[in-house]
């Protein structure tokens, strides 16, 4: 199961507590475990073959337990008996927007809808439409109204689950805030939540605005083009947009919006650890301030570093705030200094024109206009890694040809002696399924580094995929570095299955980088792994893939996930300056 499906299992859980009315906190517990790993960019599966569930920030002991049944058997009896317990005609309508379980529950109940009801949500509609649901107690014509509206929004496939990348989030954003600022009254905004902590996958985009006047703010964002105004009140405002996504304000007084910008930043795991500190201190926290436990007085903050600063600690980075031991990083004052976008000093990843037959699709522009941009971008440095040429219909000898004369072009190219930017003349070659790469040897003469990356056959076990990418690591001197190691494709592919502490163990002696690889599908490295390979010095190269110039622009967001694993500058290949880096890569 993928993420997302173990993440939609627990929440079904959480729902079916809460219409038997369980324990609240057992209710707390499965919505906590499911926000947490629906965040995660490692899969859940891996961890648990690498036998590392108890790290998943939010899952107790008692989810990981159930996890375990559910990887080593397919199923989980306890959540079997307690599903048997609710009626499972509830469950399709979580899936429409704002309508809860204890509403959902309602509805199939007085309505009578049958557990093996073809299609639920039409049955809805249907009982909206014929003013069914109206006299049910609780709810009314506006209700019915909302319903429906609802359901054409769900039809539409723009339900909960639907998450996007991080820049068509970013730009979304951006367009509110560009709104935003047009009122003089707005003093300051920032985004808040999984956005601002960089995460792979956003759901909702939430925006904070300081104000004075914040009646006026929010008349003036509900004239943002939107679909439906979801809700409006005296701190905030919900739309949902025309093109199905929510965005969310929030409004804060000057004096404590350094508060509030650190409690819906998040991450739910990390605010927990932080209120646990405080409480060791005597200070309980909140969205408006620090509260001193014995006096009841409230301590507002202007600023996120203000609020910090009033438990002790430095300011962390939202990047960082996953609870993987950032709290306890800063008391001891040992935050790593985190890898920024001004360091990077070369992209070793880019796909140029050049036709070399190659096995997967070719760039958009010339070597001149990717040494255009990286000169534009300051950098030292730039690979030309196109994909090798391919196998099928060619001889070694022919691609041996094609190897030489690309050399020869890029070297003869009248930017070729660039005093800005050096080039380095690389291939990304393919593993194939036996773990031998698609490049007869002769042919590495030809190139200056390889990248080595899976192509196809994604679905190998684990043992035979990590004996395939341990057999490529070894296969030659000049693999340098091994791109985008999963294989994943952001809500569309999983990464394969690898027993990283073989991949570490074979990168670290032949002083291989992983790269994080910056397209925005992709993110890969996860930052989990990210993570696990900067507490074992393995190191790391930071790469766009880019196959137009325009692309590169995206190394920020390879940065973030660089940030969110805890990189410095140090762990980062490609942020040396280029004399340092020609004897790493050349070696």
């Not at 405080?278 to 301590?299: A, P, Q």
């Not at 490049?439 to 196809?456: G, Q, T």
Request: hydrophobic content about 40%.
């Amino acid at each position: 199961m993928m993420n997302l499906q173990i993440a939609q299992l627990l929440r079904k859980m959480a729902a079916a507590y809460l219409i038997l009315n369980e324990n609240r906190f057992k209710i707390i517990a499965y919505e906590r475990a499911a926000d947490s790993i629906e965040h995660l960019t490692s899969e859940v599966k891996d961890l648990w073959d690498d036998g590392k569930l108890d790290q998943i920030p939010g899952v107790g002991e008692a989810i990981t337990k159930h996890l375990n049944d559910l990887f080593s058997t397919g199923k989980v009896r306890h959540f079997d008996e307690i599903m048997k317990k609710v009626p499972q005609a509830i469950f399709p309508l979580l899936l429409v927007p704002g309508i809860g379980p204890k509403k959902a529950y309602t509805l199939v109940k007085e309505l009578k809808i049958k557990d093996d009801e073809d299609d639920v949500i039409a049955e809805i509609e249907f009982c909206a439409k014929t003013h069914q649901i109206a006299p049910i107690e609780g709810f009314g014509e506006k209700s019915e109204i909302d319903i429906l509206e609802a359901i054409a929004t769900y039809k539409k496939g723009q339900i909960k689950e639907n998450r996007m990348e991080l820049p068509v989030a970013d730009a979304i954003a951006q367009d509110v805030i560009l709104h935003l600022k047009k009122l003089a009254s707005v003093e300051a905004v920032d985004i808040l939540g999984s956005l601002r902590r960089q995460v792979a996958t956003i759901g909702d985009i939430d925006i904070a605005v300081v104000t004075r006047k914040p009646a006026e703010v929010i008349e003036h964002f509900i004239t943002f083009p939107h679909q439906r105004l979801i809700e409006q009140g005296p701190t905030g405002a919900s739309l949902l947009l025309h093109n199905g996504r929510q965005v969310d304000l929030r409004i804060q007084k000057p004096d404590s919006y350094g508060a509030m910008l650190q409690y819906f930043t998040g991450s739910k795991n990390h605010n927990i650890k932080l209120r646990s500190y405080g409480l060791t201190l005597g200070k309980s926290l909140n969205e408006h301030g620090i509260k001193d436990v014995k006096t009841g007085s409230i301590r507002s903050f202007h600023t996120e570093e203000a609020f910090y600063r009033g438990l002790g600690l430095p300011w962390i980075p939202p990047e960082l705030r996953e609870d993987k031991g950032e709290v306890e990083a800063s008391v001891v004052g040992k935050l790593p200094k985190l890898v920024e976008v001004g360091d990077i000093k070369g992209d070793l990843h880019l796909h140029s024109n050049y036709d070399l037959k190659p096995s997967h699709d070719l760039g958009a522009d010339p070597l001149e206009v990717y040494l255009d941009k990286a000169s534009a971008l300051e950098y030292e440095y730039i690979g030309l890694s196109d994909h090798n040429p391919k196998i099928s219909g060619q001889t070694s000898q022919q691609i041996v040809d094609i190897m030489k004369r690309r050399k020869e072009f890029y070297e003869s190219h009248p930017r070729a002696r660039d005093r800005q930017v050096k080039i380095f003349v690389m291939c990304e070659v393919d593993i194939r399924p036996d773990g031998k790469l698609a490049l007869p040897e002769v042919a590495f003469e030809y190139v200056d580094a390889i990248i080595v990356a899976i192509h196809s056959n994604f679905t190998q076990p684990r043992k035979e995929m990590t004996k395939r990418v341990v057999a490529a690591l070894s296969a030659h001197p000049k693999v340098r570095i091994f791109g985008h190691p999963t294989g994943r494709l952001l809500t569309k592919r999983e990464g394969v299955e690898l027993d990283w502490d073989k991949i570490f163990t074979i990168c670290k002696e032949r002083d291989i980088a992983l790269e994080i690889n910056a397209h925005p599908m992709r993110l890969d490295l996860p930052d989990t792994i990210v993570f696990d390979a900067v507490r074992e010095n393995i190191k790391l190269c930071i790469n766009t893939d880019s196959h137009a110039a325009q692309f590169m622009d995206l190394m920020r967001y390879g940065v973030s996930v660089a940030r969110r694993g805890w990189c410095e500058k140090s762990d980062i290949v490609n942020t040396m300056e280029y004399t340092e880096f020609k004897k790493w890569l050349l070696k």
